[in-house]
C-alpha cells in the first residue's frame, strides 16, 4: 500500500486578532453569551447555532459547535443533515424545527422580517421566557458569526469544551 | 400587524447594553456611529433602531442631507460621505449582509487603510451590535418608538 501526501490550501492566518485588541467588546460577547443561554437546552442551542453559523458562512463557529455538539452527545447525523433540514424533518423533533425556522428567519432578515407563521409556531413549542432566550441565543451566534467571517478567524484548531 | 409580547431577560438587555457602549466608546465618532448603525437598521428593516438611531443622528448635528441619501450613499458622492465614512458604510453591508457571502478583501482592506486596528475591532463590534439590536426587535416586532422591553 502506498501513501498519498495530499497537499492542501495554505492555512492563512486570521485578519484581526479582535477579541486580545479589544478585551472591553470580548467581554461583553462573553458576558451576553452566557445571559442568552440561560434556561436553553444545550444540544437545541448547538443546532441553531450550528445552522446560523451554515447560513452566515462562519467557518470558525462551524468547526466550534459541531465540536461541541459531537462532545454534548449529538449524532453526527443530525449535524450531517441539518443544512438540509427542511428536507430531513423526521431527524428532528417538532420543537426543534420550529427552533430551526425560527433561526432562519432571525438571521436572514435582510430577505424580510420574521413571519407570523414561523413566529408563532415557534411560539406555540417554547414558552414566552424560552422564547425570548432563543431569540436571544440566535442574536447572539448572529453576533459570533460576524466578528468570526470579518476578522477571518482560523477554523480547524479548536477542542470541545474550551469554550463553554 | 399581530403585537408579540416576547420581553427580554434583564441580563440579555444588559449585556447588549455593554456591547453597544463599549463598541461606540472605543470608535470615538459618535456621527460616524449613528451613520453605520441606521444603514445596518435600514438593511434589517428594523423600524424600532431606525427611529431611534435617526433621532440620535440628528441631537448629533448629523444634517438631514446626510440621513436623507444614506440608503443610496454609494451614488450620492464624496461631498455627502467622505472616504473614511464610505469604506465604514461599505464594511457595515459587508458584515450586515454575510448571507450574500463573506466580506470581500477589498471592502476590509479598504476599512483597514482609514481606521486603525482598534478603531477597525471597534467599528467590527458596533455593526455587529446593532445587527443584534435589529434581531432583537424585529424577532418581537417592537413597533417605532417601543417600548422595547
Redesign the interface.
Given at each position: 500500500m502506498t501513501t498519498e501526501t495530499v497537499s492542501y490550501a495554505t492555512e492563512a492566518a486570521p485578519r484581526l486578532e479582535w477579541a486580545k485588541l479589544v478585551p472591553d467588546v470580548y467581554k461583553a460577547m462573553i458576558r451576553l453569551d452566557t445571559a442568552a443561554k440561560q434556561g436553553l437546552d444545550h444540544k437545541l442551542y448547538e443546532l441553531v447555532k450550528i445552522r446560523a453559523s451554515q447560513i452566515n458562512h462562519c467557518a470558525l463557529c462551524i468547526d466550534m459547535h459541531s465540536k461541541d455538539a459531537l462532545a454534548a452527545g449529538e449524532s453526527v447525523e443530525r449535524i450531517i443533515q441539518l443544512s438540509a433540514w427542511e428536507e430531513s424533518r423526521h431527524f428532528y423533533t417538532e420543537r426543534e424545527l420550529a427552533a430551526l425556522e425560527l433561526t432562519e428567519a432571525v438571521t436572514v432578515l435582510t430577505d424580510g422580517f420574521v413571519a407570523d407563521e414561523v413566529y408563532e409556531k415557534a411560539a406555540k413549542h417554547f414558552e414566552e421566557a424560552e422564547l425570548a432566550q432563543l431569540i436571544a441565543a440566535i442574536t447572539v451566534i448572529n453576533a459570533w458569526n460576524r466578528f468570526g467571517v470579518t476578522c477571518r478567524m482560523t477554523p480547524g484548531h479548536y477542542q470541545p469544551g474550551a469554550h463553554k | 400587524m399581530?403585537a408579540?409580547?416576547?420581553?427580554?431577560?434583564p441580563?440579555?438587555r444588559?449585556?447588549?447594553q455593554?456591547?453597544s457602549a463599549?463598541?461606540k466608546?472605543?470608535l470615538g465618532d459618535p456621527a460616524l456611529a449613528e451613520l453605520v448603525q441606521i444603514r445596518a437598521s435600514q438593511?434589517?428593516?428594523?423600524a424600532f433602531c431606525l427611529d431611534m438611531h435617526v433621532a440620535i443622528a440628528r441631537k448629533e448635528g448629523v444634517s438631514e442631507r446626510r440621513l436623507d441619501l444614506l440608503a443610496v450613499w454609494q451614488e450620492a458622492g464624496d461631498e455627502v460621505y467622505d472616504e473614511r465614512e464610505r469604506a465604514a458604510l461599505a464594511?457595515t453591508e459587508?458584515?450586515?449582509?454575510?448571507?450574500d457571502?463573506?466580506?470581500p478583501d477589498e471592502v476590509?482592506e479598504t476599512a483597514a487603510k482609514h481606521f486603525d486596528?482598534?478603531e477597525?475591532?471597534?467599528l467590527?463590534?458596533l455593526?455587529?451590535?446593532i445587527?443584534?439590536w435589529?434581531?432583537?426587535m424585529?424577532?418581537?416586532?417592537i413597533p417605532p418608538g417601543g417600548p422595547a422591553w
Open positions: - | 399581530t408579540r409580547t416576547t420581553r427580554l431577560a441580563e440579555v444588559t449585556a447588549m455593554s456591547l463599549a463598541a466608546r472605543g438593511l434589517n428593516r428594523c464594511l459587508a458584515v450586515t449582509v454575510l448571507t457571502g463573506f466580506v476590509y486596528e482598534a477597525l475591532a471597534h467590527i463590534a455593526i455587529t451590535a445587527n443584534g435589529n434581531r432583537l424585529v424577532a418581537r416586532r
